[in-house]
């Protein structure tokens, strides 16, 4: 079974709370095996066994409380 790797921006996470907020919310979507967020340049990459929709995504982040932006 192949993997995806998809790579997201997100703003407004400053700490480590923030990357564990939105670690927590993405990894709940359906299929993502692996979630490794880059708290400096704001960088999401998510793994799954398949690409998730950026809406769901976008609706995880936002629920974590931060912003996708790419």
């Known amino acids: 079974m192949s993997e995806s790797t998809s790579t997201y921006t997100v703003t407004g996470m400053t700490c480590d709370h923030c990357v564990r907020s939105v670690t927590e919310e993405v990894g709940k979507i359906a299929g993502v095996t692996d979630v490794r967020v880059d708290l400096p340049t704001g960088a999401v ?26």
Do not use: H, I, K
Request: aromatic share 4%; hydrophobic share 40%; charged share 25%.
């Open 45 to 70: 990459t998510v793994t799954s066994s398949q690409e998730p929709e950026v809406a769901e995504v976008r609706a995880a982040v936002e629920e974590a409380g931060y912003e996708l932006t790419a």
